[in-house]
């Protein structure tokens, strides 16, 4: 099977987008491959195609387990073997999953860069045929990148586990990367014995059919009426992008008063309630979705004709990334940056905000272990559930900086700090199996129960996670002591990656230099607003010169 048949057997499409064929032939002539697509560009296809030629596993790491879902529901509806191992899951679903891997005709395994760090799966990967490496969003894998993540750099652990009699091509993913952040994805990618000749393909950044746009404010109250004259002057469906959660729901609400149809969306929300308004938003039957950034990746919706920002992101990449969600079926299309004086302040107080002093960051450890019991010298490999709201209360500190020394603290390797995730519910029974029948159970209590012995061979002696039961019942059942329950809540994990010690010391390679990249790049999206809001005339063009040119696309783009 070629490429052009396996796109049209399997996905239904006649020809390929810009670059994706000339990707495809690299994976599959076996070269390593760096491809920069923009936001809408295909990227997936660019794995799912070969694997599916070469009839081969591909491992595929990706940041977000909604999106991972997304791509693995979609291939099963195309009628294409596709399993994912995520955080929640329980060791009998993980142990399934990687034997269907292993033995059946399945040929994509979606996993987190943190699945790389469990030893155990790690000796699984060996007894996997894997053919293919795909790395998503793989500008998280630089320190020079806007959005690095650490548990990307143990990707490269990956070679330790495969074979070495053969050459297994990686195939890196992303919508935006300086020149300098596309080398250091090379680097990072590559085993420390070499042998990697990577293959870049690179897409224009250039959207001819976007509209790249800033609007001098005099105020919040300005930004607002900015907001309302762009959705009454552009037909279509849009994005508003603000800062906080907050924000987004008392503009959705204003917006609504106003007559439009509108709605919030953030990471507060319940998965359930994320996807009903994502779900209408796609439909149509909202007209209007304003969102953090917890919004846009993995969507696919072509006919998004204003993206607008009420605040100012933190770089020119998330900027890019987010407005290019903007026009993917070509027409014309709006990428809006709203901008007051006042703005300047208060963006360059996210440095102090996001990289409070390390007297701050130690107090912040020691309040954790505190919190949760753990000794100096122990908590190696323990992992606890953190609500923030009583954690941040309990201790008295400040809500930003908080969250802010947690990810210092996770990126210099004191702990694995993951934020506010749905936490699947867990069930232990307490009771021995042969003393159920003295208890009388009515019918449903004795359908769940049976049920959940027949699912979870290890619920008698540890919590299982659990789905697809009744809560009222397990209510009933908890409260007599039969079992241990544990209801579905939204919670922080963090998991201690070394012993807890007397003090902790952020690294100057991850302090300094760091707190310096970000405020570069504050700097970068700052200069975008200032030039184009200033006195002169606004330039479209020169706006758009002005974005190529950080991503090193013609031009010269200065701080």
């Known amino acids: 099977m070629t490429p052009k048949e396996a796109l049209r057997t399997y996905f239904g499409y006649d020809a390929f987008r810009p670059l994706q064929e000339e990707i495809i032939t690299s994976v599959l002539e076996g070269k390593d491959t760096l491809a920069l697509l923009p936001t809408g560009g295909g990227k997936s296809l660019c794995f799912q195609i070969p694997a599916l030629v070469q009839q081969t596993l591909c491992l595929v790491i990706t940041p977000l387990i909604a999106l991972m879902n997304d791509q693995v529901e979609h291939l099963l509806a195309c009628d294409i073997r596709a399993a994912a191992i995520y955080t929640g899951m329980s060791y009998e679903k993980q142990r399934v999953a990687l034997d269907n891997c292993q033995f059946g005709p399945y040929r994509f ?9 469990s030893a155990d799966f790690r000796k699984r990967l060996a007894q996997l045929p894997i053919g293919l490496i795909a790395v998503d969003e793989a500008h998280c894998v630089s320190q020079w990148g806007y959005d690095f993540r650490p548990s ?12 070495k009699d053969r050459h297994i091509p990686v195939l890196a993913l992303t919508a935006t990367a300086t020149p ?42 300005d930004k607002k009426q900015q907001i309302l004259r762009i959705i009454n002057g552009v037909p279509g469906t849009g ?20 007559g439009v ?86 963006v360059l107080r996210r440095v102090p905000t996001n990289f409070p002093p390390q007297t701050f960051i130690d107090r912040v450890y ?20 953190l609500h923030m709201s009583d954690f941040i209360e309990i201790y008295r500190l400040p809500v930003l900086e908080t969250y802010s020394a947690l990810h210092l ?16 519910a867990m069930v232990r029974i307490r009771v021995q199996r042969r003393d159920l029948y003295d208890y009388n159970l009515n019918d449903e209590q004795d359908a769940l129960m049976h049920e959940l012995m027949r699912r979870y061979t290890g619920i008698f002696t540890d919590l299982q996670y659990i789905s697809d039961f009744d809560h009222k019942t397990l209510v009933s059942l ?45 700097q970068s999206i700052l200069g975008y607003a200032e030039q184009a809001s200033g006195e002169a005339p606004e330039d479209l063009q020169r706006n758009e010169q002005y974005l190529l040119a950080y991503f090193g696309e013609g031009g010269t783009h200065t701080t």
Request: net charge negative; with cysteine.
């Open 478 to 522: 908890a409260q007599r002591g039969i079992i241990t329950y544990i209801p579905k809540t939204s919670a922080c994990s963090v998991t201690y990656t070394r012993e807890r010690a007397a003090e902790v010391f952020i690294p100057v390679s991850i302090y300094d230099e760091r707190r310096e990249q970000y405020a570069t790049r504050l």
């Open 261 to 346: 149809s509108a709605d919030c969306y953030h990471a507060g929300l319940s998965s359930a309630e994320r996807a009903l308004r994502q779900k209408y938003w796609l439909e149509n039957r909202t007209r209007v979705l304003v969102c953090t950034n917890a919004f846009g990746m993995g969507i696919d919706k072509a006919d998004v004709r204003f993206v607008v920002h009420h605040d100012l992101p933190d770089s020119v990449e998330a900027y890019f990334q987010e407005a290019g969600r903007a026009g993917r079926d070509k027409g014309l299309a709006y990428c809006v940056l709203l901008y007051a004086k006042e703005d300047k302040a208060t």
């Open 239 to 258: 994005i508003i992008y603000v800062r906080n959660r907050k924000r987004s729901k008392e503009l959705s609400e204003w917006l609504q008063q106003q």
């Open 152 to 163: 990307y750099l143990r990707i490269a652990q990956v070679w330790d586990s495969l074979p």
């Open 109 to 117: 395994l979606y996993i987190s860069p943190e699945r790389l760090e």
């Open 409 to 424: 603290l996770s990126q210099a390797g004191w702990i694995h700090f993951e934020e506010e995730q749905e936490m699947q």
């Open 366 to 385: 020691m309040s954790l272990s505190n919190h949760f019991e753990v000794g100096e010298g122990s908590g190696l490999g323990h992992t606890f559930t």
């Open 180 to 221: 300098e952040v596309q080398q250091d994805i090379m680097d990072k990618l590559s085993p420390a014995s070499g042998g990697h000749d990577w293959q870049v393909f690179k897409q224009s950044f250039q959207r001819d059919n976007l509209r790249y746009v800033v609007r001098a404010c005099q105020d919040a109250e």
